[in-house]
């Protein structure tokens, strides 16, 4: 029984990580998408975070979504071609928080030079 449960085990951990890697290589591969953090306020629990994360995943384009609370980002990937920046704050304020685009510290030292 021990190694029956052993091998079930074995198994199970093999198949999750081979999802896990499949994920993450359509999420890094995906061609012609952009990925854009937002400030979040208003979000004041793990359930806030969920809400916004639904409100996202029902937008056309949205190739993936991650709201992190406490830390009150949400860092969306999306297809530009089928949604724009404004579309998203547009849905999470319509949840019912406020966002705005958090610039890339990259870019604004680029703007300075």
Not at 16 to 41: D, L
Not at 63 to 85: H, M, N, T, W
Not at 102 to 108: A, M, R
């Amino acid at each position: 029984m021990k190694k029956l449960m052993f091998v079930l085990t074995f198994l199970l951990c093999g198949w999750t990580a081979q999802q896990a890697t499949a994920q993450t290589k359509t999420a890094t591969t995906e061609p012609n998408t952009q990925t854009v953090k937002f400030k979040v306020t208003g979000i004041t629990c793990g359930g806030c975070a969920n809400h916004i994360s639904t409100a996202l995943q029902k937008l056309d384009g949205v190739v993936s979504e991650d709201v992190e609370y406490p830390g009150d980002i949400a860092v969306v990937q999306f297809d530009p071609k089928k949604l724009k920046e404004k579309a998203i704050i547009a849905a999470i304020e319509g949840a019912g928080y406020k966002a705005k685009v958090l610039k890339d510290e990259k870019s604004d030292k680029k703007s300075d030079s």
